[in-house]
């Protein structure tokens, strides 16, 4: 069997990789040092946690589930028990793009990524239509990058992001250069703050005299049938009136020039204040 170091296994992240590689392929070898993650893992899912030295020991692949501001620290106090040829999996570009990896060019590298549970889906299974995150019951895609290392590792590496990702639709690969411009380019600075914009022009119009509920569900229903269009999801056009409204709109909400987020030198003061 091949054989995974999960480091991190008890935190929030942890316990759902935990989970979802119970019962594969994977000799899953957990290590946690906080007493109350260890005390999860004993409680929810009855699995015991090794120590670090145990877990590395001829070990095939390394998950590092840990936060961004711990990859770096993590990454190097093990760098020196790991044998050549061993992966090391990381959840997010942040760390990786930084340089947080230690430079040893005889190990190999991958980054992984859940796209999470899309708006459009097929979901009718209850527990999957509120699986908002994904990895628990509802489908999701997932996006992947070989950092560095031999191209046959790039099998080993979808095949354990598929498992911890579970369950997977499509699996994308790309660079992490690119993972870094969906994340936290795309998803984050971008998708987020105009989310966060929305909920606040909601709280204006509730402000303003319309009823909390009346206006939530106007916006949601609003959300589903716009972005259904814009996204392609269905055939349609917008009225003249709601092109004139996006006309005029546009250049109310947005500067100019704020394409500039997806420039390098804005992803990396990004993923600096990341990490």
């Not at 889906?121 to 290392?149: C, W, Y």
């Not at 498992?163 to 971008?190: D, F, K, N, Y």
């Not at 987020?192 to 402000?207: F, N, P």
Request: charged share 25%.
């Amino acid at each position: 069997m091949t054989s995974v170091a999960l480091f991190g296994a008890g935190g929030k992240m942890g316990c759902r990789l935990t989970k979802n590689l119970k019962g594969s392929r994977f000799d899953v070898r957990h290590v946690e040092v906080s007493a109350d993650g260890k005390a999860r893992l004993e409680r929810e899912l009855g699995i015991a946690t090794v120590d670090v030295d145990q877990a590395l020991d001829g070990v095939d692949v390394v998950i590092l589930a840990v936060p961004d501001t711990a990859i770096g620290k993590v990454a190097s106090s093990i760098e020196a028990k790991l044998r050549p040829g061993t992966m090391v999996i990381a959840l997010d570009a942040a760390a990786p793009a930084a340089g947080h990896l230690p430079d040893r060019p005889d190990l190999t590298y991958f980054v992984t990524h859940p796209c999470h549970p899309p708006i459009f889906n097929d979901e009718t299974d209850p527990q999957a239509k509120r699986d908002f995150f994904g990895g628990v019951a509802a489908k999701q895609h997932i996006v992947s990058a070989l950092m560095q290392g031999p191209e046959e590792h790039y099998a080993l590496g979808e095949e354990v992001a598929k498992v911890i990702w579970s369950p997977v639709m499509r699996s994308h690969r790309v660079t992490v250069e690119q993972i870094a411009l969906l994340e936290p380019g795309l998803s984050e600075t971008v998708c987020a703050s105009l989310l966060v914009v929305m909920r606040q022009a909601m709280d204006e119009c509730v402000a303003r005299g319309v009823p909390k509920e009346a206006a939530r569900d106007f916006l949601l229903g609003h959300l589903n049938v716009l972005g259904a269009v814009i996204f392609e999801e269905t055939p349609g056009v917008f009225s003249d009136a709601c092109n004139k409204a996006i006309e005029f709109g546009i250049p109310a909400l947005m500067k100019d020039d704020w394409k500039k987020v997806f420039e390098p030198k804005e992803i990396a003061a990004s993923i600096r204040r990341i990490t």
